[in-house]
């Protein structure tokens, strides 16, 4: 059984950063496709970044392109998303993802429907 569990939410001010984390448990994390969403309150899930094998091999959104880094440390069954110059409109709710096995991926996945596990979430508040 697949769980994924989030941590690293908290809150900052306007300009700060934060390093979320996703301990993966359950399969084989290297050879699946990760990735990161956020939900703000009334709004619909956002695709943020995902990740193949390697670092080498990531997807943004364009909001968050050069702001938010996604890694993954296979060893560790995690996944992170590094956010810096964060501002109030990243308020939200974050989850990790696991999509489908890579060798079966020819793009980087953007829809949740793409995904079939997720964790429960991490809250990321950013004042201003």
């Known amino acids: 059984q697949v769980q994924l569990v989030e941590s690293g939410g908290g809150l900052v001010q306007a300009g700060g950063s934060l390093r979320l984390s996703c301990a993966a448990s359950?399969?084989?994390?290297?050879?699946?496709?990760m990735g990161w969403f956020r939900q703000a309150p009334g709004k619909e899930r956002e695709f943020l970044a995902s990740i193949k094998w390697t670092d080498r091999y990531t997807y943004y959104a364009d909001s968050v392109k050069g702001r938010f880094t996604i890694s993954r440390d296979n060893a560790k069954n995690t996944v992170y998303l590094q956010m810096i110059s964060l501002k109030p409109e990243d308020t939200a709710v974050y989850y990790c993802?696991?999509?489908?096995?890579?060798?079966?991926?020819?793009?980087?996945?953007?829809?949740?429907?793409?995904?079939?596990?997720w964790g429960q979430g991490t809250q990321v508040t950013v004042s201003s």
């Open positions: 359950g399969g084989t994390f290297s050879t699946y496709i």
């Open positions: 993802a696991r999509g489908r096995a890579i060798t079966l991926v020819s793009t980087y996945p953007t829809s949740p429907g793409e995904y079939v596990y």
